[in-house]
Nanobody, 120 residues
Framework: QVHLVESGGGSVHTGGSLRLSCVASRMTYCMGWFRQAPSQEREGLASASSGGSRYYADFLRGRFTISRDNAKNTLYLQMNNLKPEDTAVYYC?????????????????WGQGTQVTVSS
C-alpha cells in the first residue's frame, strides 16, 4: 500500500506558476501527475520513473516539469505559464508496475487531490 498526500494547489492568475508536491509513504517505480476538470475525464500530465525516465502529455508544450526526490519521498510538478484551462483538481499517483506512462488505468495508488484555479 502507498499513501499519497498532495499539496501546493491554489489560485493564480494567467501566466502564474505553482509547484505541487506529493509526499508518499514510499516511492514506487513510476509516479505521475494527473488532473480532472469538472465534467471532464481524468487526464495524464507527466510521469517519472525511478530509472530517470520522464513522460509528458504533448499538450503541455513544455510548461510543466515533473521531478522526484527519493530521499524525501516526494514527487513534484512545477507548473509555469498557467492558463484558465489548467483549472482542475490535480492528483498524484503511483504504481509498482515496471513500466512508466501517463495512462490512469496503469496506476493503482492515488492521492486525494489538490485544487488549482487559474483566473484570467
Amino acid at each position: 500500500q502507498v499513501h499519497l498526500v498532495e499539496s501546493g494547489g491554489g489560485s493564480v492568475h494567467t501566466g502564474g506558476s505553482l509547484r505541487l508536491s506529493c509526499v508518499a509513504s514510499r516511492m514506487t517505480y513510476c509516479m505521475g501527475w494527473f488532473r480532472q476538470a469538472p465534467s471532464q475525464e481524468r487526464e495524464g500530465l507527466a510521469s517519472a520513473s525511478s530509472g530517470g525516465s520522464r513522460y509528458y502529455a504533448d499538450f503541455l508544450r513544455g510548461r510543466f516539469t515533473i521531478s522526484r526526490d527519493n530521499a524525501k519521498n516526494t514527487l513534484y510538478l512545477q507548473m509555469n505559464n498557467l492558463k484558465p484551462e489548467d483549472t482542475a483538481v490535480y492528483y498524484c499517483a503511483a504504481t509498482d508496475a515496471r513500466s512508466c506512462n501517463i495512462y490512469a488505468d496503469r496506476f493503482n495508488y492515488w492521492g486525494q487531490g489538490t485544487q488549482v484555479t487559474v483566473s484570467s
